[in-house]
């Protein structure tokens, strides 16, 4: 019982801290984390879901947080971080297959959903498909590069920083 117990404090804190560093990072970074042209750098955390569970909730709850704190419209706020909540999720889903498709759920995810949120919540008139290719290239800097960047970094030391067996 005492273990089960530990186990949930420890994915709450680690769904607490993922959730706290993607904050820091979007905010810190905020010229480059709203916009059509965008590079969130806190999306490069999209990758820990190969590394725990946790890693869902924390960047769906940092990812809506970004938005509130970032001033982004409600659909925005809940259409953004849905597409974040769905990349983290396949990429969890992706953690035992190629270490290179862990990237791909959140390049997507955005790729597809952000493009609208841009267009016909903030009225951004640029084409549809010009707004899905420079927020696709934003997630793949992110994402694909310093997500996997993030990856060689952690995977080392992963059972250490995660508590995985």
Known sequence: MR??????????????????????LTLL?????????QVRISEALTILPV??????PGLLIGCLISNILG????????????????????????????KFLAPLPPIVS????????????YQIPLPLPLMMLTVGIGEVISCGI????????????????FRIS
Do not use: C
């Open 110 to 121: 955005n790729m597809i959903i952000v493009p609208f949120v841009l267009r016909y919540g």
């Open 71 to 98: 001033g982004s419209i409600l659909p925005d706020i809940i259409f953004g971080s849905l597409a974040t909540l769905i990349g983290a999720f396949f990429t969890w889903r992706l953690r035992n297959k190629n």
């Open 29 to 37: 970074f905020a010229p480059f984390s709203y916009g059509e042209v």
């Open 51 to 56: 590394f725990t569970p946790a890693a869902v």
């Open 3 to 24: 273990e089960l117990r530990n186990n949930k404090v420890l994915f709450m804190a680690q769904a607490a801290m993922i959730a706290a560093i993607y904050v820091v």
């Open 146 to 161: 310093l997500g996997m960047l993030l990856y060689t970094a952690l995977h080392k030391y992963r059972r250490t920083i």
